[in-house]
């Protein structure tokens, strides 16, 4: 084994990855696969998941790789929902190296006027309840994986919504985004003991299904990369070296981490604060 393949290589772990037939969730189920993990996805709709693991799995044949993927329904939309998706993961392995957190759903209004109750209960519901109980109801499977040298591994996906005001009308799901933020340090803190860290990616636009309303097409793409410092949404390649960074050994030593990929916007803060006042 190479050096890099001994540093970044997820080569004989096994993974899930939820929501991760589409978006975000297929790039990081991607990349854990060409990186040799045995990777497991899960959504609401089962049928795509298999799809999208036939589709990845030929792309590995193709590459000459070792990883795999596997797909099939869970739901992480309510409590009996994430105790059922633990269950069907105990069946398939007894082990669980890498949690990503990563189904979500967003819901966004016009303007404060007219955004509904209703949309704080179900957002919050996937994004943050769930991922929490889904966390919990796997934690003897990710302490059976976890070692000192090489602890397990969750990853939830937060949102550069979740740190700055940017997203009008995303009420509900820029405070879950906050909520994935803290509840990821708390549970770093609390879990260091038991050897599993905890961090959440902090995206800004990826293309996806929940985004293609502004990044559907290369045009839109290329409207909104025109607001980010780098110039540009963000590709499969950012989010897969940050995914494999953080699986790897390379990663085993962070934890309470919030990864910003979000080309700069972070550090957007409105030019020079005295150029005005400048002789």
Known sequence: MSYLDDLFGVRGKTALVTGGATGIGRMIAEALAQGGARVLIASRKGADC????????ALIKEAGGVGSVEGFSGDVGSEGGCETLAQEVAKRTDALHILFNNAGVAWAAKDFDTFPYAAWDKVFRVNVAGAYELTRQLLPLLEKAATDA????VISLGSVMGHWPIGDGSYSYSASKAAVHQM????????????????????????????????GTEEKQEAVGQDIPLGRVGRAQDMAGA???????????VTGCILPLDGGIGVMTGGDLWEKGRD
């Open 50 to 57: 298999e799809a999208a693991a036939a589709e990845i799995n």
């Open 243 to 253: 995914a494999l960074y953080l699986c790897s050994r390379a990663g085993a030593y």
């Open 150 to 153: 090489d602890p397990a591994r």
């Open 184 to 215: 990821t340090k708390i549970l770093a803190k609390e879990c260091a003991s038991r050897r599993i860290t905890f961090n959440a990616f902090a995206p800004g636009p990826f293309p996806s299904r929940m985004t293609a309303f502004a990044t």
